[in-house]
C-alpha cells in the first residue's frame, strides 16, 4: 500500500518511523510518505490560510496550494507504477464517523492521499475539484474537536496498516479483538495466576477450550451490552444464538 500524507506539520509523523508501522514500511509492506503543504506555497511567507468569506472566527487553508498538492500527488495519468487515483481522505469534524469497518475498507485500497487540515479547515472547493477525479471521503474520529486533522491520521493509519497481511506476527488475534464480530473483546488476563490477592478465572486455566470460548464469548457479550448499547442494537439478529440471548 502506498500512503501519502500532506501537513504543514510533518514532524507530526515521526512517530510513524516507530514500532509495526515501521517495520512495515522498512519491509514495503507500507510506502508513505510525508509532504509539507508550504512546498506548493510561491509567496515569501509560504501562506497557507486566509480569512473566511461570510465572516467569522479564524482561517481557512487557501485552495491554491491544495490544488497544487493533490495535483502532483495523484496526476490524472497514470502513475509511473501503473497505480490509479489514490483515494483522498480529509479528516474532519464534520466527517463520517471510522470505524474498523472502514478500517478494514481502506487497507483493501491500493493508495490512499490524506490531506491534514488546519485552522477553521480547508476551503470547500478543494474538496469538491478533488472529487472530479478521485472518491474523496471527508472522516471524523468521534464528537470531539481537535486541532488539526494530523492526530486522525495517525488514528486511522495505526488502524488500516495492522490490517494489512503480514504487519501483525500473530493474525489470529484479529479475529477475537474488539469489533472484530461487532462485540466489544472479553477480558484478558496472564501469569502469575494470582496477584495482589486476584485470581485468573478458573475457566481459562482449565483447558477446555469450548468452555474457554463460551465464557469469552459471555463476557463479550455482557461488556457490549454494558458499554455500548449501540452496538448490541446493531448486532444482527442472527449472530446471536439461543445462548447469547440468554446471557
Ligand atoms: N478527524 C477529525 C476531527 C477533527 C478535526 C480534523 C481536521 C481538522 C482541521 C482543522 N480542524 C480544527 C477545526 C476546529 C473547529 C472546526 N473545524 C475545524 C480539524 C479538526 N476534530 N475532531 C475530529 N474527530
Known amino acids: 500500500m502506498r500512503v501519502d500524507i500532506v501537513s504543514i506539520f510533518p514532524e507530526y509523523f515521526a512517530p510513524l518511523d516507530l514500532s509495526l508501522i515501521g517495520k512495515a514500511r522498512a519491509n514495503g509492506t507500507l510506502r508513505l510518505a510525508v509532504h509539507d503543504l508550504r512546498t506548493w506555497t510561491h509567496d515569501v511567507h509560504r501562506t ?21 498538492a493533490l495535483d502532483a500527488l495523484a496526476p490524472d495519468e497514470l502513475n509511473p507504477d501503473g497505480h490509479t487515483m ?36 480547508i476551503d470547500q472547493r478543494v474538496l469538491d475539484h478533488a472529487a472530479t477525479r478521485m472518491r474523496v471521503t471527508e472522516v471524523s474520529l468521534g464528537d470531539y474537536v481537535l486541532f488539526g486533522g494530523e492526530v486522525a491520521v495517525l488514528v486511522i493509519l495505526e488502524a488500516v496498516t495492522r490490517l494489512l497481511p503480514g504487519v501483525l506476527g500473530n493474525a489470529g488475534s484479529l479475529d477475537e479483538e474488539s469489533h472484530a464480530h461487532g462485540l466489544l473483546e472479553a477480558p484478558m488476563y496472564t501469569k502469575p495466576a494470582t496477584w495482589r490477592g486476584h485470581e485468573v478465572p478458573d475457566v481459562l486455566r482449565s483447558g477446555d477450550h469450548g468452555r474457554i470460548a463460551r465464557w469469552r464469548r459471555d463476557e463479550a457479550l455482557t461488556r457490549t451490552a ?22
Do not use: I, N
Not at 455500548?228 to 442494537?233: F, G, N, S, V
Open 48 to 68: 497557507v490560510d486566509d480569512t473566511p468569506y461570510g465572516g467569522g472566527p479564524g482561517m481557512v487553508m487557501r485552495p491554491e496550494p491544495w490544488g497544487e
Open 86 to 121: 489514490p483515494r483522498l481522505l480529509v479528516p474532519s469534524p464534520a466527517g463520517v464517523r471510522f470505524t474498523q469497518a472502514m478500517a478494514h475498507e481502506l487497507a483493501a485500497e491500493s493508495h490512499l492521499l490524506f490531506a491534514c487540515g488546519r485552522y477553521e479547515g
Open 226 to 247: 454494558a458499554r455500548r448499547p449501540d452496538m448490541m442494537a446493531a448486532l444482527p439478529p442472527e449472530s446471536l444464538d439461543k445462548r447469547d440471548r440468554a446471557a
